[in-house]
């Protein structure tokens, strides 16, 4: 049996291609995000390595406000010098040293523009001198307040040498100019560690411009002496300093660093892994329909076998082992695949975060046993059904001349409507419940299910009605006909480009209703110019806060209010807060009025919440709230108004002052209210002459504006677009698949056809019809479950500011004119094959 297993499938190896591919392109995904993640994640360690391989012991301040990697940047508290005193004349301390290095510090290349790159930090330090580790390429350190050393590799993407007067944005968002008196790099030739930029001043500098305060540092890095261990002497300095610190030796600050890091990483392994898993999911409906039509084509080889005395069982196994044979090859054409794609993002990763040193290129264990574990159980879960099938041929059918029944569908069409309005249960629970996610992935993987399971019964009425477009030719009436005939074959073909379809639609329906609730948010505002940068790292850019003052002077301006925005423990909770520079203008310039207590003046003291916010702390005007900032000490504030949410500047609203111990000490966004009747284009060129020495920071009118916020989410968009384009290409693979066993199946009907007069183009213009009609069916089907799923999402949303409902008709139309185009493609080689097959030998074939 095992021989006769190992002879057919040799004898139809191009058959089993295709669904091979499937396999291959979705392990692909699962080896390479590994293989991915696994380098980064080692290049991660050994850049913190290198970065604490001078220091024994380092001391930090708890952050007053804990923030995760993924949340943003977590600011530790200010270390007084009184605490390097200490820790200086402690046994076993060689060398104690206060340390300044803060993300912030973006310098202004030669062109004028800010040097920068997404991802890694721009370092604002002061200057410590050479070490083992640090050393200067040209030049010397600074000794003048006006004076730095910038590492090599900011000084190449700068364009700038030593000699250079050079501005420089620092923690206030205030442009300084500086002479770069010195260049610096990194043992081993590296002109960067992991592409950070960094900027070293004197001590003074460092401290004022970085920390905000003199006389204080952000670490303290500690030399051990001979014969004492970084253990004992992180107890010994831990015990001096007490609880406010955080004490580890350099081995152990290196690996938490990089943890933080790897958390991110394994966010987005965790997407790679939900797109991979996607792509597989849409082969699983390649895999059934390649194994159920050889099943159908080996009825008679089945049957006989089944005649001289194999059992059910081994018919099983026999259709399984094809399979595991299937599955396992595949699977190892993908992780080869996958490394090669593993190594290649991870090369553009280090290129685009400006600069990574890159591990060498490893494969861990987890992406060979996933990959494996996947592509082959995966491709035996898709072969259980046609193996089944196959086991329940009975032996006298090697004796006729069998066709492939159609069984009823009332079983499969009940099956797929519990499924789906299981599916529809979960949808519901999971996108309004907290923590839903789980739940909502699961609705979403089983409404597939079901729908699929549904498509069957749908298949004939829809595909009958699209196919009546082409009915006006004989080709395009078999075409029509063809496609309808067998309906289970249609539907999981039909399906499969269902899956992807669906998934781009539901993205864009939600994507394309966020950009209307933005417009219609942003016009809401009375506002005519925003004074705001574009993002593009864990911090948005700010201005320094005398712009707010000097634009309430220009002509034509009636109010201007900054505002600023951190993390903050509001009662011992972690909760977004803003502060404003002015708050009697906000009700006027969002419409707003006061649910409860006045929203038009803030005291030094005092707090405005928006009411969903004071709902869900039972809070109420007069309750004090306990406010803890990034810097600074906590402080009390009484809740003196309660603005309704969608009209309201944040969750927490506190007083200008407040701002001044934000991570960010300045505004990141700028409202100007001009007077009635004011051209904008009249005040704009003003305004802009006023953040002109911040390159990172723009003045826009509220069109611009709105194409800022939207244009973000296009490029999440087009993003998803393309990885979700693998399993569009696997569903294509899956017409073409279907069509050439299809046209396998009916060798000697294509046969009969051409001996009755229809000509090879005729035959052609009937494969193609038959695979339009299919591709536009599951488009069809696709658009109408993502568009609800869409519609849901953003219903769910509701009250995270998606107030508008909108369908992407055009992109929706693109979908099913591709769709067509999909489908002409998909035919060229079945229809070329069919139009080439020999008349008689077609009727003479069994």
């Keep these: 049996m095992l021989r006769a297993t190992l002879k057919s499938l040799l004898a139809r190896k191009v058959r089993l291609i295709l669904s091979g591919l499937a396999v291959i392109l979705g392990v692909m995904f699962v080896a390479g995000s590994f293989v991915l993640t696994d380098t980064l994640s080692r290049s991660f360690d050994s850049i913190f390595s290198d970065a604490y391989s001078q220091t024994d012991v380092t001391v930090a301040g708890k952050a007053k406000v804990a923030v995760s990697e993924m949340e943003g940047e977590q600011v530790p508290a200010n270390i007084p010098q009184s605490a390097v005193t200490t820790v200086s004349a402690l046994p076993g301390v060689a060398q104690a040293r206060g340390v300044v290095a803060a993300d912030g510090a973006t310098m202004i290349g030669s062109n004028g523009k800010a040097v920068g790159s997404f991802g890694p930090p721009q370092l604002g330090e002061n200057w410590l001198g050479e070490n083992a580790l640090t050393q200067l390429r040209e030049g010397r350190g600074p000794t003048a307040d006006d004076e730095i050393v910038v590492n090599v590799g900011l000084a190449t993407a700068g364009k700038v040498k030593v000699g250079d007067r050079v501005g420089v944005l620092t923690l206030d968002a205030k442009q300084r100019e500086f002479t770069i008196v010195g260049t610096f790099g990194y043992s081993g030739d590296r002109d960067s560690l992991g592409g950070v930029n960094e900027i070293a001043f004197t001590e003074p500098v460092a401290q004022r411009l970085m920390l905000g305060a003199p006389g204080v540092f952000s670490s303290i890095d500690v030399k051990a002496t001979d014969g004492t261990t970084p253990a004992a002497l992180k107890e010994r300095v831990a015990a001096a300093l007490g609880a406010d610190y955080t004490v580890r030796t350099g081995e152990e600050a290196a690996a938490d660093d990089a943890a933080g890091l790897k958390d991110s990483l394994k966010f987005f392994n965790n997407i790679l892994l939900g797109f991979a898993g996607i792509a597989l999911f849409v082969g699983i409906f390649l895999i059934i329909n390649t194994f159920s039509i050889v099943v159908a084509q080996r009825t008679k080889e089945l049957a006989l076998l089944r005649a001289i005395g194999a059992g059910r069982r081994q018919v099983i196994g026999s259709v399984l082992t094809e399979a595991v044979i299937v599955g396992t090859v595949a699977s190892v054409i993908g992780v080869g695949a996958g490394i090669g794609v593993g190594a290649l993002l991870a090369f553009l990763a280090g290129k685009f975060s400006g600069g990574l040193e890159l591990a060498g290129l490893g494969v861990p264990p987890v992406a060979l046993v996933a990959s494996f574990v996947v592509g082959v159980v ?157 993002q593009t790292g864990p911090r948005a850019p700010t201005f320094a806060p005398g712009v707010v003052d000097e634009a309430k002077a220009v002509p034509g301006v009636r109010d201007v209010v900054g505002v600023g925005s951190d993390a903050a423990t509001v009662d011992g909770r972690q909760q977004w807060v803003t502060s404003v520079t002015d708050a009697a203008p906000l009700p006027a310039i969002y419409g707003s009025t006061a649910v409860a207590g006045s929203i038009s003046a803030l005291g030094p003291d005092q707090v405005i919440v928006s009411d969903e916010t004071a709902k869900d702390h039972n809070w109420s005007v007069g309750s004090v709230l306990t406010v803890q900032l990034s810097r600074g000490n906590e402080h009390r504030y009484t809740i003196s108004g309660i603005a309704p949410k969608d009209k309201a500047m944040g969750e927490v609203m506190l007083p200008a002052a407040a701002m001044q111990d934000f991570a960010q000490p300045a505004p990141s966004l700028g409202l100007v209210r001009l007077d009635e009747g004011t051209p904008v284009a009249s005040v704009q060129p003003q305004i802009e002459a006023l953040v002109a020495d911040n390159p990172l920071v723009s003045v826009i009118d509220q069109a611009a504006f709105t194409d800022q916020q939207t244009g973000m989410i296009d490029q999440v968009l087009v993003m998803i677009q393309i990885l979700l384009a693998l399993a569009i290409l696997i569903a294509v693979l899956g017409i ?111």
């Design 378 to 534: 995966v491709t035996i879960v898709a072969a259980v059904m046609p193996a089944l099938r196959a086991s329940r041929i009975p032996p006298v059918a090697a004796m006729q001349d069998v066709a492939t029944p159609d069984r009823p569908l009332t079983k499969i069409t009940a099956i797929g409507g519990v499924i789906t309005a299981a599916a529809a249960a979960l949808l519901g629970v999971g996108l309004y419940a907290d923590g839903g996610l789980l739940l909502v992935a699961g609705g979403v993987l089983l409404a597939f299910v079901g729908v699929a399971l549904l498509t069957p019964v749908l298949s004939r009425p829809v595909v009958g009605l699209l196919g009546r477009i082409f009915a006006w030719s004989v080709p395009g009436r078999l075409g029509r006909l063809n496609s309808g005939r067998n309906p289970r074959r249609t539907a999981i073909t039909a399906s499969a480009l269902m899956v992807g379809i669906a998934l781009v639609t539901g993205v864009g329906v939600v994507a394309s209703s966020a950009k209307t609730s933005i417009a219609g948010a942003v016009e809401s505002i009375d506002a005519q110019l925003i004074i705001q940068g574009t």
């Design 736 to 846: 073409v698949n279907t069509l050439a066993l299809s046209v396998m199946e009916r060798t000697r009907e294509l046969g009969l056809l051409r001996a009755i007069g229809l000509s090879r183009g005729a035959t052609m213009r009937m494969i193609t019809v038959e695979a339009v009609v299919i591709s536009v069916f599951g488009a069809l089907l696709g658009v109408v479950v993502g568009g609800g799923l869409g519609a849901a999402v953003v219903r769910a949303l509701r009250d995270q500011g998606f107030t508008d409902l909108t369908l992407p008709w055009s992109t929706i139309l693109l979908y099913l004119g591709v769709a067509a185009l999909v489908g002409c493609v998909a035919a060229i080689v079945p229809s070329i094959r069919a139009a080439r097959l020999n008349v008689l030998g077609a009727i003479a074939h069994e």
